[in-house]
Nanobody, 115 residues
Framework: QVQLVESGGGLVQAGGSLRLSCAASGRDISMNAMDWYRQAPGKQREFLATILSGGDTYYAVSVKGRFTISRDNAKNTVALQMNSLKPEDTAVYYC?????????WGQGTQVTVSS
């Protein structure tokens, strides 16, 4: 089993920045891709970014150029640096990893962007 714990959410004004972190434990996930998703009220969960074990990254169009995903394999952590935040970025943010055929999700961290 893999446990994922997100942190770093909060309330920020439009144009501001936040850095989310996700710590993984239970298994070594250094060879797995790790992702960030978000879910706004009344909407489906939305893919944001993924980082492969070697460091290659991919982003959703909605966040490309504003968000940066990174990982520290030695610490089993993944981060999401979010800049130029907009009110429409308000959501619960989740990290995700698929390990040995199973999907694991964190509990989520709330990000609220005020206008």
């Amino acid at each position: 089993q893999v446990q994922l714990v997100e942190s770093g959410g909060g309330l920020v004004q439009a144009g501001g920045s936040l850095r989310l972190s996700c710590a993984a434990s239970g298994r070594d996930i250094s060879m797995n891709a790790m992702d960030w998703y978000r879910q706004a009220p009344g909407k489906q969960r939305e893919f944001l970014a993924t980082i492969l074990s070697g460091g290659d990254t991919y982003y959703a169009v909605s966040v490309k150029g504003r968000f940066t995903i990174s990982r520290d394999n030695a610490k089993n952590t993944v981060a999401l640096q979010m800049n130029s935040l907009k009110p429409e970025d308000t959501a619960v943010y989740y990290c995700h990893v698929r390990n040995q055929g199973y999907d694991y999700w964190g509990q989520g961290t709330q990000v609220t962007v005020s206008s």
